[in-house]
């Protein structure tokens, strides 16, 4: 887990004006891999941090994301989930519980999104999506 001051300077590098409330965000979903939701991240910062709103997280996390010190992971759910590793990687998503964890991309797949007609791509994810071992072996018993 990154100190206090690392996490500054990770902001600062980004071009991210720490703020108490950015760092506490930043520091909560750096040390998460649950892939939380805004409203996880809330909830685990607002008693201590009183004066801390909804709009506050959902717009640092937002933030995060546009100067790509977080990524947005959509899962098929409605709902978004954020993730503090940047580098190329995949998810496995638990249809049942809902549970996301990390994956390595397999050999095969870009981990740049390729030139498309046209198009200007910025990112690519896969996300395989099942039972956790746990609901898979709920379901089998």
Known sequence: MPSSADIHEILAGHGIRPSRSRIAVYANLAARCDHPRAEDVYRDLSPALTTLSRTTVYSTLSLFCKKNLAREVFTGENEMRFDAKTFPHAHLFCRKCGMLADAPLPSAFPARAPACGGWT??????????????????CCE
Do not use: F, H, M
Request: hydrophobic share 40%; with cysteine.
């Open 121 to 138: 791509l910025a990112d690519v994810q896969l996300t395989y999506s099942g039972l956790c071992p746990r609901c898979s072996a709920a």
